[in-house]
């Protein structure tokens, strides 16, 4: 998939209702918009749009059931973003290491001239 794609990915999990829905499809299998509202602090037309974002990115799928939609996780899409999740906290905890041995370093660079 493209960075646009990975983009729209990163935005749709980074809203914390958008990730408790996730938690919530998860845990007690398809749902509804209704039936996620009735769990959620927001409306059912706010869940509409939420559930919308993640089916656009491809996070959740939805089939008709009545006059509704049930959601249920794509359970492989998640693994993706879990998988780059973990790269890019690979990435971040190689980079903290480095400034911690360069902060290391100077300090250890101020102590030797102190001493002079």
């Not at 656009?56 to 359970?75: I, K, S």
């Not at 999740?85 to 660079?109: F, Q």
């Amino acid at each position: 998939m493209s960075t646009a794609i990975d983009d729209d990915l990163w935005s749709a999990v980074g809203d914390p209702i958008r990730r408790t829905m996730i938690d919530l499809l998860l845990a007690g299998g398809p749902g509804t918009a209704t039936s996620l509202s009735e769990r959620l602090p927001v409306t059912r037309q706010a869940v509409s749009k939420h559930l919308a974002v993640l089916d656009r990115v491809g996070l959740v799928h939805g089939t008709p059931a009545g006059r509704e939609r049930r959601y249920q996780v794509d359970e492989a899409q998640l693994a993706r973003a879990v998988a780059q999740l973990s790269a890019v906290g690979a990435t971040w905890d190689a980079r903290l290491r480095r400034i911690k041995r360069i902060a290391e370093a100077i300090d250890r660079s101020r102590d030797n001239n102190r001493g002079d």
